[in-house]
């Protein structure tokens, strides 16, 4: 039988509203939006990791209003069409629903959607684009939603874990496993114990799946908001679009995709529905000028630049 034919797109999100970076952080200029490592700033590097696996045209990302400008200023113009502005936070299940009805009338239809953070410190571009291609090719099939899990390097408190179950298939010579649960923030004690299991990843919000698939567990999960958006949908391209938007927002569920749909979807009995493909690619959230001036450290590199908060 022959694959069916999907388009590839990427969704990245870019509407964080952190200050962990002060001063330098602000809320219209939060850290995926500065060069804390290298010249470029998070966002750049995140779409120039992104360009050799998927064409620029299908690269979106999504914003708020505080943002815009600034996130269309370090787009490249082949981009600048496929920017997002959310009128107000709703986190990252609503985020993704924004960009998953508009690919959806720019294709006429299904697509295969790559969804990551904006902030993201990644060492190894080459194999994290790999294991990003294996990811796909799993959530390829209908029903099946993906995400990539960190190995643990310490018993960290400060993310959430996944646990993995069974053998692992493989995929492009990487292991996927079927996911048991989503664990949040555990006490170090507990941290510790999910390292020496072997079976522990973190969860670093990088996800895969098909738009039908993602729609799908949300008219399940969150019917509402599956709701307001097919209203939306509706309205891309015409003179009320605007209107809607901002309608609907202030309706919508305010919750994380992982809380909304990943959790619930890994609890369902039957077959697997939820992934992880363990991804050892020199990840860091960057979540404080601490973990910058490790990864400085511990890097190779002898161009990359820091900027030192005053103090």
Not at 36 to 62: C, D, F, N, S, Y
Request: no cysteine; net charge positive.
């Amino acid at each position: 039988m022959a694959k069916e034919k999907l388009v590839t797109h990427a969704v990245v999100l870019a509407g964080g509203r952190g200050t962990r970076f002060w001063p330098r952080s602000r809320t219209r200029t939060p850290k995926q939006l500065l060069n804390i490592v290298g010249k470029k700033t998070m966002l750049e590097q995140t779409v120039a990791r992104l360009t050799p696996l998927i064409p620029a045209e299908h690269i979106w990302t999504v914003t708020n209003a505080e943002q815009a400008a600034e996130v269309r200023r370090q787009m490249p113009p082949k981009l600048r069409r496929r920017i997002l502005t959310e009128p107000i936070g709703r986190n990252t299940a609503a985020a993704i629903a924004l960009a998953a009805v508009h690919i959806r009338r720019a294709e006429g239809g299904d697509a295969l959607l790559a969804v990551l953070p904006a902030d993201h410190y990644i060492a190894d571009a080459a194999k994290y684009r790999k294991i990003a291609r294996a990811a796909l090719e799993t959530a390829r099939e209908p029903g099946r939603m993906v995400v990539l899990g960190i190995p643990p390097t310490r018993p960290e408190t400060g993310f959430g874990y996944i646990e993995s179950m069974g053998e692992a298939q493989q995929m492009s010579g990487f292991p996927v496993f079927a996911v048991r649960r989503f664990t949040e923030k555990p006490e170090p004690q507990l941290a510790k114990q999910y390292i020496e299991s072997g079976h522990y990843h973190w969860n670093a919000g990088m996800f895969f799946w098909r738009i039908s698939t993602f729609l799908d567990n949300l008219k399940r999960f969150l019917p509402t908001t599956r709701e307001a958006f097919e209203t939306l949908a509706a309205a891309i391209g015409t003179r009320q679009y605007k209107r809607k938007l901002r309608a609907i927002y202030p309706r919508l569920d305010n919750i994380s995709v992982d809380y909304a749909l990943l959790e619930p979807a890994s609890r369902q009995p039957g077959p697997p529905h939820v992934f992880v493909i363990p991804a050892e690619i020199g990840w860091s959230d960057i979540g404080s000028w601490a973990a910058v001036h490790g990864l400085l450290i511990n890097s190779n590199s002898a161009d990359q630049n820091v900027f030192v908060s005053p103090g």
